[in-house]
């Protein structure tokens, strides 16, 4: 039921992304008879059909997986069965340490929809509750999904099947690359230009990560505890709100590049000054030229994501791939700066790691100086034919719905974030909060390598509308479970289509918009993007007084799913196709 579930998802995901379901019928396996004697074996040993000898059961429990291990590593060439492999054999391998049968937490159980008085005997359905003797109790059944009569709880194997169904019915139904690439990351890696902008996005944000969670531990430590630290948090965010928009207009009047040297030098001067008060023990001045710094950070977000085109000589192909490197990096720089902050803080003071960000910025400003005479300005033709389209009406036709879409999936994300202490009872309220934050930036690393192997002309307007859908339901799921276990998978979904998300309007806005318009673009996204994320921030408290700490989760699904309905009937079709691939440029060794 598990393999039929997941096959199903895999099928309507893949029919989002735009694969031909025809694609299937050319699937060709091997042993397939393997296959059909591991279901005979399972038929006898699920039904009345079995002989009764409870030996000879589990025995064939055991044989029956392992069977159909067989089965995915004879066919192991075919993309997905890899994952499939590893699904099945973490499940085989709990099932055999545990005598043939398969582990379950009564709580994933119950909330399943399967009551205990089953296990009354000890055994049901080959399956045994998790005790203090069950071995590998992690690799069991302790997932829940929402009750029902075809549900039953799912473990970290069945996960893997889930992802590796997935991408073999994907792989299948996609039609070649016209360009021949068999492996679409590499391809945008080739430029010069955009292996340089991928290195200065990288080393930028860890330094912004750095310094935020280093000033957030010294507002705590030494001027007024959490109020001083969620100042601190609340400057930064506004900056996200204001300069966005404002930087946005700039990179598009004085051009992309320009615009992220002269941020990254006042990021540089600013950051000297933050120290120099620091050393003072100056706290107000310290939070103005912080808030100032946060300010040239945040303006240069949309001359990040429109110079993009350009670095790859723009090749609205390699486009996915090139935006979820870019995430991935953005990402990683993030978890990286974040945590460097915490060990640099037990061995040395905020001053020295001020200082250094102040000078890695130095250098990337010199990197961008480097970066303007690798990219090439729009071609006369393209840029001709861009200013016979007003950014307005390009605006109506897809920016509104698109932007409005991005918008309520940030206000989903502040709901869910805020919501996280309460909904993770069953974790320390300490750590309640960063668990879970980290669980969704791994879901997101992970939805930004999805969205980068999405070829470009699978990248459309339904996707986004698919992916809310999966927030949703993730969301969904996490508001209707109080299991730990569940919350965290729940998480890491809802932050694996966000990841998507992020990168595939990333890839819409440059592909359609103008290029003289795609600075303001982003930026008024952003900037309604924080926004969205504030209003969620500031909703949680109230929905959490009027039903409890669990509200925020069925709210911000159902925001989700009525954006993702929205967007599945507005976002036009032809807006999104992708412009026939001209010869772009020779890369640049």
């Known amino acids: 039921m598990t393999l039929l579930l997941a096959t199903v998802i895999a099928v309507f995901l893949t029919w989002a992304l735009g694969g031909r379901l025809s694609g299937l019928a050319g699937l060709k396996f091997r042993a397939s008879a393997v296959i059909g004697v591991a279901l005979a074996i399972q038929l006898v040993i699920f039904t009345p059909l079995a002989p009764g000898n409870d030996e000879l059961v589990r025995l064939g429990h055991i044989v029956s997986y392992v069977l159909v291990l067989?089965?995915?590593?004879?066919?192991?060439?075919?993309?997905?069965?890899?994952?499939?492999?590893?699904?099945?054999?973490?499940?085989?391998?709990?099932?055999?340490?545990?005598?043939?049968?398969?582990?379950?937490?009564?709580?994933?159980?119950?909330?399943?929809?399967?009551?205990?008085?089953?296990?009354?005997?000890?055994?049901?359905?080959?399956?045994?509750?998790?005790?203090?003797?069950?071995?590998?109790?992690?690799?069991?059944?302790?997932?829940?999904?929402?009750?029902?009569?075809?549900t039953t709880a799912i473990s970290v194997g069945d996960v893997l099947l889930f992802a590796g169904a997935f991408v073999i019915v994907y792989r299948a139904c996609r039609p070649p690359d016209p360009a021949g690439e068999r492996h679409p990351l590499r391809a945008p890696l080739r430029h010069a230009s955009f292996r340089l902008f991928l290195t200065l996005q990288l080393l930028s944000t860890a330094a912004g990560w750095l310094v935020a969670a280093s000033m957030v531990g010294w507002a705590y430590g030494h001027v007024g505890g959490l109020v001083a630290s969620t100042t601190v948090l609340l400057l930064r965010g506004l900056a996200g709100i204001a300069a966005p928009w404002v930087g946005g207009r700039m990179a598009?009047?004085?051009?992309?590049?320009?615009?992220?040297?002269?941020?990254?030098?006042?990021?540089?001067?600013?950051?000297?000054?933050?120290?120099?008060?620091?050393?003072?023990?100056?706290?107000?001045?310290?939070?103005?030229?912080?808030?100032?710094?946060?300010?040239?950070?945040?303006?240069?977000?949309?001359?990040?994501r429109s110079i993009v085109t350009a670095t790859i000589d723009r090749d609205d192909r390699q486009l996915p791939a090139a935006n979820g490197l870019v995430g991935t990096a953005r990402g990683l720089a993030m978890a990286g700066g974040a945590l460097g902050a915490g060990l640099l803080a037990i061995v040395s003071e905020v001053v020295p790691v001020v200082v250094?960000?102040?000078?890695?910025?130095?250098?990337?400003?010199?990197?961008?100086?480097?970066?303007?005479?690798?990219?090439?300005?729009?071609?006369?033709?393209a840029g001709d034919a861009a200013t016979t389209v007003?950014?307005?009406?390009?605006?109506?036709?897809?920016?509104?719905?698109?932007?409005?879409?991005?918008?309520?999936?940030?206000?989903?994300?502040?709901?869910?974030?805020?919501?996280?202490?309460?909904?993770?009872?069953?974790?320390?309220?300490?750590?309640?909060?960063?668990?879970?934050?980290?669980?969704?930036?791994?879901?997101?690393?992970?939805?930004?390598?999805?969205?980068?192997?999405?070829?470009?002309?699978?990248?459309?307007?339904?996707?986004?509308?698919?992916?809310?859908l999966g927030m949703a339901g993730a969301a969904a799921l996490a508001g209707d479970s109080a299991i730990a276990t569940t919350l965290l998978l729940a998480?890491?979904?809802?932050?694996?289509?966000?990841?998507?998300?992020?990168?595939?309007?990333?890839?819409?806005?440059?592909?359609?918009?103008?290029?003289?318009?795609?600075?303001?673009?982003?930026?008024?996204?952003?900037?309604?993007?924080?926004?969205?994320?504030?209003?969620?921030?500031?909703?949680?408290?109230?929905?959490?007084?009027?039903?409890?700490?669990?509200?925020?989760m069925p709210v911000a699904a159902?925001?989700?799913?009525?954006?993702?309905?929205?967007?599945?009937?507005?976002?036009?079709?032809?807006?999104?196709?992708?412009?026939?691939?001209?010869?772009?440029?020779?890369?640049?060794p």
Do not use: K
Not at 359 to 380: E, F, K, S
């Open 70 to 150: 067989v089965f995915l590593v004879v066919n192991r060439r075919i993309a997905g069965m890899a994952l499939m492999a590893a699904g099945v054999g973490s499940n085989t391998l709990v099932i055999a340490v545990n005598g043939g049968l398969m582990p379950v937490g009564p709580e994933a159980a119950v909330a399943s929809g399967w009551p205990l008085r089953l296990w009354s005997d000890g055994v049901y359905n080959n399956t045994v509750l998790i005790d203090a003797h069950t071995r590998l109790a992690f690799l069991g059944d302790i997932f829940a999904l929402p009750a029902s009569p075809v």
């Open 252 to 304: 598009d009047h004085w051009g992309p590049a320009r615009l992220l040297l002269l941020t990254q030098l006042a990021q540089a001067a600013l950051l000297t000054a933050t120290a120099v008060a620091l050393l003072l023990d100056s706290a107000v001045p310290a939070y103005a030229l912080f808030t100032l710094g946060s300010l040239a950070g945040a303006s240069s977000d949309a001359a990040a």
């Open 356 to 381: 250094g960000a102040a000078v890695v910025c130095g250098l990337t400003a010199i990197g961008y100086a480097h970066l303007r005479d690798l990219v090439t300005p729009a071609p006369a033709s």
């Open 390 to 468: 007003p950014a307005s009406t390009w605006g109506i036709a897809l920016a509104i719905p698109l932007i409005s879409m991005f918008a309520v999936a940030c206000l989903a994300t502040g709901l869910v974030n805020a919501a996280l202490p309460q909904v993770l009872g069953n974790v320390d309220e300490g750590l309640a909060y960063g668990i879970g934050i980290g669980t969704i930036g791994v879901g997101l690393l992970l939805g930004q390598a999805l969205g980068a192997i999405i070829p470009a002309e699978h990248v459309r307007g339904r996707t986004i509308a698919v992916a809310l």
């Open 491 to 552: 998480l890491l979904v809802i932050g694996l289509f966000d990841g998507v998300t992020e990168t595939v309007f990333d890839t819409l806005v440059q592909r359609a918009a103008p290029e003289h318009v795609q600075g303001r673009v982003f930026g008024v996204a952003h900037t309604v993007g924080s926004a969205g994320m504030l209003v969620g921030f500031a909703v949680a408290p109230l929905l959490h007084r009027l039903g409890g700490p669990t509200l925020a």
């Open 558 to 588: 159902v925001v989700l799913a009525a954006a993702a309905l929205v967007g599945a009937l507005l976002l036009p079709r032809p807006s999104t196709a992708p412009a026939p691939a001209s010869a772009p440029a020779p890369a640049t």
